[in-house]
């Protein structure tokens, strides 16, 4: 059974930074491109980037509205991806998905209960 | 980046029919997708490329469309269908969403 579980998130002041975490389990990690997604209380959720697979040499792609502040990574021995998260905004407070897609068209058959970070002095 | 445009919400009766709709800015060939998202809880994925049922959803579900244009019917509506419901395309990047119908139950 494929289960994804975020952590690492909570409160940080405007300008901080914050990593956050996913364990992966039930499938070889290895395998399958990774994605964060984030979703405001109440809005749409916001596809933030992506970590290629072993085959595709673990390169990454980002959404523009993040890139240069977001960085995605992922640590294969331990089945874990990161996202690390720097300058954050007021408008980066979200709840964060880590989500898995079986194939390469770009749609997340799994989601982790996700992790709230909240940006506020 | 392309523009998802839904409905707010919808009001139907347990048993009815209701086509929740999705149009794009641009076209999306069939790479579009639908996911459910109860309160509190993560999205679930419902429709794949535009038509294609993903393992375990009820057969209730069903979705058509290519291009611009996309719609995700419910039939018969049941009370635990209650729940705001997303579409996403990939054809484009950046991936994008639409902003979600709720579809609450009379």
């Known amino acids: 059974e494929v289960k994804l579980l975020e952590s690492g998130g909570g409160l940080v002041q405007p300008g901080g930074s914050m990593r956050l975490s996913c364990a992966a389990s039930?499938?070889?990690?290895?395998?399958?491109?990774m994605n964060w997604i984030r979703q405001p209380a109440g809005k749409a959720p916001e596809w933030l980037g992506f970590i290629r697979n072993k085959a595709n040499g673990y390169t990454t792609e980002y959404n523009p509205s993040v890139k240069g502040r977001f960085t995605i990574s992922r640590d294969n021995t331990q089945n874990m991806l990161y996202l690390q998260m720097n300058t954050l905004r007021a408008e980066d407070t979200a709840t964060y998905y880590c989500?898995?897609?079986?194939?390469?068209?770009?749609?997340?058959?799994?989601w982790g209960p996700g992790t709230m970070v909240t940006v506020s002095s | 980046d392309t523009v998802l445009t839904q409905s707010p919400a919808l009001a139907v009766s347990p048993g009815e029919r209701v086509t929740i709709s999705c149009r794009a800015s641009?076209?999306?060939?069939?790479?579009m997708h639908w996911y459910q998202q109860k309160p509190g809880q993560q999205p679930t994925l419902l429709i794949y490329?535009?038509?294609n049922l993903e393992s375990g959803v009820p057969a209730r579900f069903s979705g058509s469309g290519s291009g611009t244009d996309f719609t995700l019917t419910i039939d018969p509506v049941e009370a635990d269908d209650t729940a705001t419901y997303y579409c996403q395309q990939s054809w484009n990047d950046p991936w994008t969403f639409g902003g979600g119908t709720k579809l609450e139950l009379k």
């Open positions: 641009e076209s999306v060939s069939t790479l």
């Open positions: 989500t898995m897609g079986i194939t390469t068209y770009w749609y997340f058959d799994f």
């Open positions: 039930g499938f070889t990690f290895t395998d399958f491109y």
């Open positions: 490329l535009a038509s």
